[in-house]
């Protein structure tokens, strides 16, 4: 018999460490060659790690949520046959590692003569108690016997003071309260809810929360707002819909968002870039690589319709449509899912009157999609309904003026509203 250890492969090209986020197997369990394992994350990305032996998990690194480095050893198994050295994470051969051991278990100390301190006396209550008798969230101490007992006479514990040590509540402590009329646990009205849960962030999620801290961290964002009428646009789009063949998308208005952006763009290419702050490097990008906001089961993701300088209407509809599908199924792979150079983030019908979106570093541009309203509009001389929305924009002010930002928003505003020029070559 011998003892195979897995490793933590390189899951990505400058990738150093990934974080566990799922157990295939448990130790005792046979596992086939090839058979996955386990699974990791980085960069929003899920990446399974399939065994490279048959035999019997004797030993499992860690538990799931923590961060393991690339190379550090994953799983161990128990195969036939002779030891093998496995590979490190370099390739090289190592001398495979042995099962762990049993911490060794340290000598018990002497024991010595400890005077035994004498029983506290019960502590006596004059009558009923007024207010809670201990701190917000602080569970009651007390047997199962008695729990048990509180439930039958319907007393929350929570109300009853306890005399036992560090506040243990015994039966005596249960008559008094009763018999004191104290609050018991079904009486009309409501009571303080005093339950907590604690939740361990792991996997996106911790993904999704130290990408946002170190966005606002590190980058001086610039907020800018403009009302946009979409009442052509609304018009236009509901048109297109209406005569759409059934082999093409229904248009939101997300796509004709894109369309504008890739305009502007030409005008503005600083706002097409990213920013490397540890080297202090600028780069911008010809292609309009747009990243879409996407809210999925397990947080957000930020999924890439690549190359929309080359897509029409319809081709950017359909691409968009489908890697929010893939985001939202859990099926993105990690090139769907990286390289964008600008993003739109849209809550549809949620979206509000303003917003200040964070920047998906390391673009410096983010474009914010308010809510659509009714309002009154005064146009030659009368008041008459338009279809409004705001655009939320925020900039990373380092690599875009002020100026800059205001400028290109307003000439997102123009396209949108004089649709037609969204298809005319100028």
């Known amino acids: 018999m011998a003892i195979r250890t897995i490793k933590l492969p390189d899951v990505g090209e400058g990738i150093a460490e990934a974080e566990l986020v799922e157990w295939a197997v448990a130790v005792g369990d046979d596992v086939a060659e090839d058979q996955v394992v ?28 923590t961060l393991l480095a690339v190379g550090s050893p994953l799983i161990r198994i128990e195969t036939e046959g002779e030891a093998e050295a496995p590979e490190n994470a370099a390739g090289k051969a190592a001398e495979p590692a042995s099962p762990p051991r049993p911490a060794a278990v340290a000598a018990p100390p002497v024991p010595r003569h400890i005077p035994t301190p004498k029983p506290a006396a019960p502590v006596a209550f004059a009558g009923p108690q007024v207010g809670l008798p201990r701190a917000p969230g602080e569970k009651p101490i007390a047997s199962p016997a008695v729990r048990r007992r509180a439930r039958e006479l319907g007393v929350d514990l929570v109300y009853v003071r306890g005399s036992g040590p560090a506040g243990r509540i015994g039966h005596d402590d249960l008559d008094r309260h009763v018999a004191g009329g104290g609050q018991p646990a079904l009486a009309a009205g409501p009571r303080p809810d005093l339950s907590r849960e604690v939740i361990k962030v792991v996997g996106l999620r911790r993904a999704i929360a130290r990408r946002m801290q170190e966005a606002k961290r590190r980058i001086p964002h610039f907020a800018y707002v403009e009302e946009v009428d979409v009442t052509a646009l609304e018009d236009l789009r509901a048109s297109l819909n209406a005569m759409r063949p059934a082999d093409r998308p229904k248009l939101t208005l ?19 870039a990213h920013y490397d702050d540890e080297h202090e490097v600028i780069t911008r990008f010809g292609a309009a690589h ?7 089961p397990g947080g957000l993701m930020v999924p890439v319709v690549r190359h929309c300088e080359a897509r029409d209407i319809w081709d950017a509809a359909a691409e968009m449509g489908r890697v929010t599908a893939a985001a939202r199924e859990g099926l993105a792979t990690r090139d769907e899912l990286t390289g964008s150079t600008i993003t739109i983030t849209s809550l549809g019908a949620l979206g509000g009157i303003v917003s200040t979106p964070v920047i998906n570093a390391p673009e410096v541009a983010i474009v914010g999609v308010n809510k659509i309203a009714v309002r009154p509009v005064f146009v030659d001389g009368a008041f008459v309904p338009r279809k409004i929305m705001n655009l939320s924009s925020s900039f990373d002010h380092r690599v875009v003026d002020g100026h800059d930002a205001a400028s290109f928003i307003q000439a997102l505003r123009r396209l949108i509203e004089t649709p037609a020029t969204l298809f005319m070559e100028v």
């Open 38 to 65: 386990a699974a990791v994350m980085t960069d929003k990305a899920t990446v399974e790690i399939p065994s490279s032996v048959t035999g019997k998990v004797v030993w499992l690194a860690c538990d799931i949520g």
């Open 254 to 272: 997300l796509p004709f968002l894109i369309r504008a952006i890739v305009r502007a763009l030409r005008q503005f290419p600083q706002v097409n």
């Open 290 to 296: 747009v990243g879409i906001a996407t809210q999925t």
